[in-house]
């Protein structure tokens, strides 16, 4: 402005027709004030005079000419930027040099937008989609399958194996059973219904079932202990005359001996080893 005060703060020189700057009410002549007063560029090192622009940024200044992108020289002015490592860039640069990839693709990911990020990738928000029906996955719950992302809706029609017993879909912690999946839970003695998944059981007709239901419901019975002949663990038994005996049970009868592989004679229900039998 021109002055209409008398001398300049500073210097006291007549400011008469003078172009001046106030400060703090006080006048000065340019020199003075630039002198004083004026932020040091940061990237020329000269002061911004009075009757240039200053461009001010987190404490920092510019002049306008000289508020460039420190990659690519374009001007700053009235433009998107980002700062790394106190260097200015345009979008374009930062994106280049900082900026994630998408991980479908492989475009940059511009600073801004919306970015999701998923097991260490990251996807522009509209490259993040179920690969079956294409809907947004947002913060939805997915599976992941040969590196391709699945909402569970689709990966449950698409893969998932369902329970032969309930026909629900196995999750976890399934088992399979005549080449079916079941649910560990599911997965029950078809006589008393208790859990088998963990225990050991006997098949008949496709069915599982426990030792004791077996063994009650289709086993044949011992003719020295009574109990029920199983094949479980793999058991040997012994039969003879529409009887059946345990592998261990098949003994003599007077000395106890084990006749299993051995000759054997009768006596009514008894079976007798030869010595015994001949001293009868």
């Known amino acids: 402005m021109t002055s209409n005060h008398t001398d300049c703060h500073y210097c006291l020189q007549s400011l008469c027709g003078r172009k001046y700057a106030l400060r703090e009410e006080n006048a000065y002549c340019v020199t003075c004030y630039d002198s004083l007063f004026a932020n040091s560029c940061e990237e020329c090192k000269q002061p911004i005079e009075c009757d240039s622009k200053d461009l001010a940024y987190k404490g920092r200044h510019w002049h306008e000419a000289c508020f460039k992108c420190a ?138 079932y426990c030792e004791d239901c077996f063994g009650k419901l289709y086993a044949k019975k011992c003719a020295a202990c009574k109990k029920p002949i199983t094949a479980l663990g793999g058991a040997k038994f012994i039969s003879f005359e529409e009887r059946q005996w345990h592998g261990e049970c098949f003994n003599c009868a007077k000395c106890s001996v084990s006749l299993v592989g051995l000759g054997f004679l009768t006596q009514q229900d008894d079976i007798l080893c030869h010595k015994c039998g001949s001293a009868t």
Request: with cysteine; hydrophobic share 25%.
């Open 71 to 208: 990659k690519c020289n374009c001007s700053l002015v009235e433009k998107p930027f980002a700062a790394k490592d106190e260097l200015l860039l345009c979008t374009e640069c930062y994106s280049d040099e900082y900026s994630s990839k998408c991980f479908h693709c492989q475009k940059t990911i511009m600073p801004g937008s919306r970015k999701m990020e998923f097991k260490g990738s990251s996807w522009h928000e509209s490259c993040f989609v179920c690969q079956y029906c294409r809907q947004l996955l947002g913060t939805k719950p997915l599976i992941t399958k040969d590196n391709k992302n699945y909402c569970v809706p689709c990966f449950e029609k698409q893969f998932a194996h369902h329970c032969y017993s309930c026909k629900k879909v196995i999750t976890s912690g399934g088992m399979t059973y005549h080449h079916q999946p079941w649910h560990k839970e599911c997965f029950l003695c078809a006589g008393c219904k208790t859990q088998l998944s963990g225990q050991r059981f006997i098949s008949k007709d496709e069915y599982p």
